[in-house]
């Protein structure tokens, strides 16, 4: 650029005049009759060439000055300004962040990095500066957002956790995923564990490292929450050695629940009829061969069947796997009602007549005829066989699925998708119990946090039994509170809950939710029905 107060000449009768004190470029014309016309693009041209390109152009300025210059008038005016560059400093709310802006100069002093130093020191930053960005910045002349200076957040706890120490345990928690599928798989045979086995690790939970602000103010990490396992799990001890490792104490069936894991006798027999009477045990049942008409069978755990049910009764906390099928009394008559019932899931190759109710869900391989299937998740008919639905009535909150619903001579089959009633029910009583708790919890804070404002008022056995309570209500409260999420979201996927026919559908089927139907007419190949606006539809699926 020029020198400060130097004067130069862009055309006859126009110079210019960098004024220092007022850091602008000042445009005198003289009139002379010999100066041609000139434009916009020849003036900036002329100030590029001459080193005044870099100051900031004062636009407005522009169209007096050509006006007067061609009409060949005397004028004045300041066509440019010195601009300094400027740095604008924010820091986050939580002080962990500093975020630069630097406008850069035009034609004046651009920002150095004194200036930023200055300014994080202005702001009392004096933790986590980064040197490198500064520079980075200041080389670049301008900045957007740039971090240059950076705390240390703190790394709260971790959760207490359990680790299962057994591969493929089952579950007595349902557990639906975010789309509302649940694994379809065969159950398998039950897992034996022995006296001494290793049954689940408790890992408590981290106290976290405390962060620095850029101020240098200490902030605290939050501890993580502790998990116990509960106060009764049948069948199952501590190690001598450590006292966060579940053993099973018996030998048995492992069985995850809330709270950690327990370990269920398993009483396995060849058949149950009128020789060995009917079977009421608490644990798992191995039945390896059939179930005669008329018998019964109750347990709290899991039941297997090798053979096949007929006309009888199945009971069951857990799931039932049963690897024939099973013949129910559904439309005989003078024959007692039986059914089958478990809260976890059910397994068949086939079922005929049968009243079948799962907690979770109901997979068939073959055929379900003139049956009443009912499930919490989904039903699936179909797996290495036909999956024909014929007949009976099919009821579940996410999805029924099958291969080929009805039969060409219009059997009527009832499926009904969406919420049972009973779930929102379900769903308010469980807030009220929570509260319950809740309220458990606040009364048992407020003795541990009298026992830490009063040293030695309280006995040492009972706040350590506060504590120990306090811990087995947390771990309830987040249990149901789990649940009851789990709940809502599956009221909510109920809207989207569908029965998909594979292969084809017939007329005869309807398909209910709420008080919405639909009604099959003739024969259609794979399609889904399920709500769409303020109706059931049917939706033809590729193939379809």
Do not use: W
Not at 87 to 95: K, M, Y
Not at 375 to 392: F, P, S, T, W, Y
Not at 454 to 461: M, T
Not at 520 to 537: F, K, Q, W, Y
């Amino acid at each position: 650029m020029n020198d400060e107060n130097a004067v130069s000449q862009s055309g006859l009768g126009l110079t210019y005049r960098l004024d220092a004190d007022a850091k602008a470029l000042i445009a005198t014309v003289t009139p002379d009759p010999a100066a041609q016309s000139i434009d916009e693009a020849y003036l900036r041209a002329r100030l590029d060439s001459e080193g005044y390109g870099a100051l900031r152009f004062l636009p407005d300025a522009v169209t007096p000055l050509l006006a007067h210059y061609n009409a060949g008038m005397a004028f004045e005016i300041k066509l440019a300004e010195c601009v300094d560059g400027s740095l604008h400093l924010e820091v986050s709310p939580d002080g962990l962040e500093a975020f630069l802006d630097i406008l850069p100069a035009a034609g004046g002093t651009p920002v150095d990095i004194s200036a930023v130093l200055a300014a994080l020191a202005e702001n009392g930053i004096g933790e986590g500066i980064l040197t490198e960005a500064i520079d980075a910045a200041v080389a670049a002349g301008e900045a957007n957002k740039v971090v240059v200076a950076r705390g240390v957040p703190p790394v709260h706890g971790e959760d207490g956790r359990f680790e299962s120490l057994i591969p493929e345990v089952r579950s007595r928690v349902p557990r639906v995923d975010e789309g509302g599928h649940t694994d379809y798989r065969d159950l398998g045979e039950i897992l034996v564990v022995h006296v001494g086995d290793n049954l689940m690790l408790r890992h408590p939970p981290t106290e976290g490292k405390p962060g620095l602000t850029l101020f240098g103010e200490k902030i605290e990490a939050n501890a993580g929450q502790d998990v116990m396992f509960s106060a009764s799990l049948p069948g199952t001890a501590y190690a001598p050695d450590n006292p966060n490792l579940l053993q099973a104490a018996i030998t048995g069936q492992p069985v995850v629940v809330r709270g950690g894991m327990m370990v269920e006798p398993v009483f396995t027999v060849d058949t149950v009829s009128l020789s060995t009477g009917n079977i009421n045990f608490d644990g798992s049942v191995v039945v390896t061969g059939d179930v005669s008409a008329g018998m019964k069978v109750k347990v709290s755990g899991d039941i297997q069947i090798g053979g096949i049910v007929d006309m009888a009764t199945l009971e069951a906390g857990g799931s039932i796997v049963v690897k024939g099928g099973v013949m129910g009394s559904l439309g005989r008559k003078n024959v007692e009602d039986q059914h089958v019932h478990c809260d976890g899931c059910f397994n068949a190759a086939y079922v005929q007549q049968a009243k079948i109710d799962a907690g979770d869900s109901i997979f068939i391989d073959d055929m379900a005829m003139q049956s009443d299937l009912t499930a919490i998740n989904h039903i699936r008919v179909g797996n290495n066989k036909r999956g024909h639905i014929i007949g009976g009535h099919v009821q579940a909150t996410l999805s029924i699925t099958a291969r080929v619903i009805g039969s060409p001579n219009r059997v009527r089959t009832l499926c009904e998708i969406g919420v049972n009633p009973l779930m929102h029910k379900q769903l308010l009583e469980m807030s009220k119990q929570r509260d319950v708790k809740e309220t458990q919890l606040l009364e048992v804070s407020k003795l541990m946090d009298f026992a830490r404002k009063n040293p030695g008022k309280l006995r040492p056995e009972m706040i350590e039994k506060a504590r120990a309570t306090a811990a087995v209500l947390s771990a309830e409260i987040a249990a149901m509170r789990e649940e009851q999420d789990g709940m809502t979201n599956k009221i909510e996927l109920s809207q989207q809950s569908r029965v998909t026919v594979e292969q084809a559908i017939y007329e005869g089927v309807e398909v209910h939710l709420g008080n919405k139907r639909y009604r099959v007419a003739g024969e259609r190949g794979p399609c889904a029905i399920g709500l769409a606006s303020d109706s059931l539809e049917l939706v033809i699926l590729e193939g379809g």
